[in-house]
């Protein structure tokens, strides 16, 4: 459940991609192997990280349909604030979002965005040992649910309380919203 208003990542913010297998009714993880898109559903991560850099304090996540220079922009322009300072590997389409994302290396993503890796390590573990892997029609919620929990982990209270208060400022939800939100809009 997303916090409506909630405040776009600020400071020093890396924002990598990568993808996720995907998960069929008939076979429990199904994906293609090396660079191709079949079977697998991609995903967009940004870290905020905390003065200095030496770790996260807030993160995004969200699905999208390509790496295309329109897909990465919109999602940097929807959770990055303007005067953010994003940066990113030298992937093609980065270049001419706002904010312009600053390129960190040639070399491998993981050396250079090692927050960004982790955390998207992390969303992988979780799935396959959490819901023994996603599948497409539910991703943007799994995703919502890994950001809640991540951003809220350092307080042990502040989950319960932050989701109490999102619930208590919508409207009444039908049952059918609830196990299909994608339909009842």
């Not at 050396?111 to 029609?137: C, D, E, F, T």
């Not at 196990?179 to 009842?184: G, M």
Request: aromatic share 8%; net charge positive; hydrophobic share 45%.
């Amino acid at each position: 459940m997303l916090a409506p208003g909630r405040s776009p990542l600020t400071g020093l913010v890396k924002v990598d991609e990568t993808e996720i297998a995907c998960r069929s009714k008939n076979d429990p993880v199904k994906g293609g192997r090396g660079r191709r898109h079949q079977g697998k559903m991609l995903v967009v991560g940004a870290v905020e990280l905390a003065d200095g850099g030496l770790g996260p304090r807030r993160i995004r996540l969200s699905r999208v349909a390509d790496y295309s220079a329109a897909s990465l922009h919109a999602f940097l322009a929807t959770n990055l604030a303007l005067r953010a300072t994003a940066k990113t590997d030298g992937w093609s389409g980065y270049p001419g979002a706002a904010p312009e994302p600053h390129v960190v290396g040639k070399m491998a993503a993981h050396i250079v965005l090692p927050w960004v890796h982790r955390i998207l390590a992390s969303l992988k573990v979780w799935a396959v040992g959490v819901y023994h892997g996603l599948r497409r029609q539910h991703l943007q919620s799994y995703l919502d649910e890994f950001v809640f929990r991540f951003n809220r982990r350092r307080t042990r209270h502040a989950p319960f309380r932050s989701l109490l208060a999102i619930a208590a400022a919508q409207p009444p939800r039908p049952y059918k919203m609830l196990i299909s939100p994608e339909a009842a809009v």
